[in-house]
């Protein structure tokens, strides 16, 4: 069995990878497989997300690339911005894991939150993608890579912002 314990720095190659929908990312203790179906044990701290393109070192020193897995979320849209805002601010109240794109919100595959936004009056796409939800302003590990939060989850950097 391939063991990981650790994260890693991006590399440009890998040895292995293993593709998860974001629930399995979620867990920090996880039996898994790689593509090739060669069985493998996650032991990473509490706490731990996994996010696409993550790198991970095996004991063995083989490294582990991270794919999302495509699965089927919801994409919630408004006619302009304010209303999307309103609709991402409902479900932050609600603790939802929400993804936020340019004039998009991905959830779960949920028949009650999808019933709450269409309520709200927003326009409700199944998709299937790779779910990347916010990691919150607490989050501990920080996605890197060209589509990660311009934020990085880090509350107290303030920017100007001209109206």
Same mark, same amino acid.
């Given at each position: 069995? %391939?063991? !990981? @314990?650790?994260?890693?720095?991006?590399?440009?190659?890998?040895?292995? $990878?293993?593709? /998860?929908?974001?629930?399995?990312? =979620?867990?920090?203790?996880?039996?898994? =497989?790689?593509?090739?179906?060669?069985?493998?044990?996650?032991?990473?701290?509490?706490?731990? #997300?996994?996010?696409?393109?993550?790198?991970?070192?095996?004991?063995?020193?083989? !490294?582990?690339?991270?794919?999302?897995? %495509?699965?089927?979320?919801?994409?919630?849209?408004?006619?302009?911005?304010?209303?999307?805002?309103?609709?991402?601010?409902?479900?932050?109240?609600?603790?939802? &894991?929400?993804?936020?794109? &340019?004039?998009? %919100?991905?959830?779960?595959?949920?028949?009650? %939150?999808? =019933? /709450?936004? $269409?309520?709200?009056?927003?326009?409700? #796409?199944?998709?299937? &993608?790779?779910? $990347?939800?916010?990691?919150?302003?607490?989050?501990?590990?920080?996605? @890197?890579?060209?589509?990660?939060?311009?934020?990085?989850?880090? !509350?107290? @950097?303030?920017?100007? #912002?001209?109206?």
């Amino acid at each position: 069995m %391939l063991n !990981i @314990q650790k994260r890693c720095e991006p590399r440009n190659k890998f040895d292995a $990878e293993v593709i /998860m929908p974001y629930e399995l990312r =979620q867990k920090c203790r996880l039996r898994t =497989q790689t593509t090739t179906g060669e069985e493998t044990g996650l032991f990473l701290p509490r706490g731990s #997300v996994l996010r696409d393109g993550d790198f991970l070192e095996a004991e063995d020193g083989r !490294i582990v690339k991270v794919t999302a897995k %495509l699965e089927k979320v919801l994409q919630v849209g408004c006619p302009d911005p304010v209303h999307l805002a309103r609709i991402a601010y409902h479900l932050g109240n609600r603790h939802v &894991a929400l993804q936020i794109g &340019a004039g998009w %919100l991905r959830i779960v595959n949920d028949y009650v %939150l999808r =019933q /709450m936004v $269409e309520g709200l009056g927003a326009i409700v #796409v199944p998709v299937e &993608a790779a779910f $990347e939800p916010e990691p919150g302003a607490y989050g501990g590990h920080q996605h @890197q890579g060209p589509d990660a939060p311009a934020h990085r989850g880090i !509350i107290h @950097q303030y920017v100007s #912002v001209n109206s």
